[in-house]
């Protein structure tokens, strides 16, 4: 899958960015705060190279440059 982000640990996080939020409890008075995501970073194919693990590929189109795992990781689909 594409590369989404980056937290503090070592280990790679699985994500779902299209799940939906549980609308329960909707009336809940302060429960329900807006997500505020950072905008994204925009890199050469330099500095992809440099950021990328060994398991993760760079795609190269003529519109974008895309960081991916690598196919039969973790999150590999069946």
């Given at each position: 899958?594409?590369i989404l982000?980056?937290?503090?640990r070592?280990?790679?996080?699985?994500?779902?960015?299209?799940k939906?939020?549980?609308?329960?409890?909707?009336?809940?008075a302060?429960?329900?705060?807006?997500?505020?995501l950072?905008?994204?970073?925009?890199?050469?194919?330099e500095?992809?190279?440099?950021?990328i693990?060994?398991?993760?590929l760079?795609?190269?189109?003529?519109?974008?440059i895309?960081?991916?795992k690598?196919?039969?990781?973790?999150?590999?689909?069946a």
């Open positions: 899958g594409q982000g980056e937290h503090c070592e280990n790679d996080l699985v994500v779902n960015p299209a939906g939020k549980k609308l329960t409890n909707m009336r809940a302060g429960s329900d705060e807006n997500v505020v950072n905008s994204t970073v925009e890199m050469s194919l500095e992809c190279m440099s950021y693990n060994d398991d993760e760079v795609e190269i189109t003529p519109q974008a895309r960081l991916r690598a196919p039969g990781g973790k999150g590999a689909r």
